[in-house]
């Protein structure tokens, strides 16, 4: 079954079967994070995704073969004077957005079209995984323009692939292909361009046909248990196992195996 919200200015938003979705629409300007895609975006998880059942799984790429996101609109804020109180005060909308994916209770997969840039890329860091397109390039260049990584690159990156390969690829303001990407740890995979949407599409059915609560605890207990000490991890996932041990889904698991069948999971 396929639906579609169409009052977003800058996205495309779509169900199919369990999977949602979001493709940045801004083609001509390389999908850059302009006009209202920040607002759409919170919609789009938020109200839309998060508000249908069916949904299981959130897919964001990117409109054409150029680009996922190439960040900031430059064209767009090069006029713009802020003072730095301002902007400090601004920013934190930013950061809680892009946080709110990241906690978002369904698992995201990014799917890496072209180049990831700025804060494209801090958008795909937030994503659960991340799989790109042998065409794609990604990097945080924002050292070029006399700013720094402001939208959670310069902590998501080294958490994700350790501090000196992060400060080197911050400080060198370098783009670094798929498979260098795929390397550092960035992607956990590339495939051919023509195989990139079949490919994440693919995933995202998989994940979505597992019982909807135990993936979000398990999400959960990763994202929680990745910001503090292993103690205090393990006590979150002896809550989160807790939660669950008594669900619908958990007995219709149970059941299924026994009888060997397909189990139909309800997310309750």
Do not use: W
Not at 112 to 131: H, P, Q
């Amino acid at each position: 079954m396929t639906s579609s919200h169409p009052h977003l200015e800058t996205l495309l938003y779509e169900v199919r079967d369990n999977v949602a979705i979001v493709t940045l629409n801004r083609p001509d300007r390389m999908n850059t994070l302009g006009g209202s895609m920040k607002p759409d975006l919170a919609r789009a998880f938020f109200e839309y995704a998060r508000a249908d059942d069916r949904v299981r799984a959130v897919l964001v790429t990117g409109a054409g073969d150029r680009a996922f996101c190439a960040g900031a609109d430059i064209k767009e804020r090069a006029g713009n004077q802020i003072t730095g109180a301002d902007y400090f005060v601004a920013q934190k909308a930013t950061h809680d957005l892009f946080r709110n994916i990241e906690e978002f209770e369904k698992p995201v997969i990014a799917a890496l079209n072209g180049v990831a840039l700025g804060g494209g890329l801090e958008i795909a860091l937030c994503c659960d995984i991340r799989i790109a397109s042998d065409t794609a390039r990604v990097g945080l260049p924002e050292i070029k323009l006399g700013v720094i990584p402001a939208a959670g690159g310069t902590q998501r990156l080294p958490r994700l692939i350790g501090e000196a390969r992060a400060k080197e690829l911050i400080l060198t303001a370098d783009l670094v292909d798929a498979e260098t990407a795929l390397r550092l740890g960035i992607v956990g995979r590339v495939v051919p361009h023509s195989e990139l949407m079949a490919t994440a599409f693919a995933l995202a059915q998989r994940i979505a046909e597992h019982p909807p609560l135990a993936v979000r605890f398990a999400k959960r207990a990763i994202n929680r248990g990745m910001q503090t000490d292993l103690d205090s991890g393990l006590e979150y996932e002896r809550y989160a196992a807790a939660m669950i041990i008594d669900s619908e889904d958990r007995k219709e698991g149970m059941r299924a195996f026994v009888e060997k069948r397909k189990p139909v999971f309800t997310g309750r």
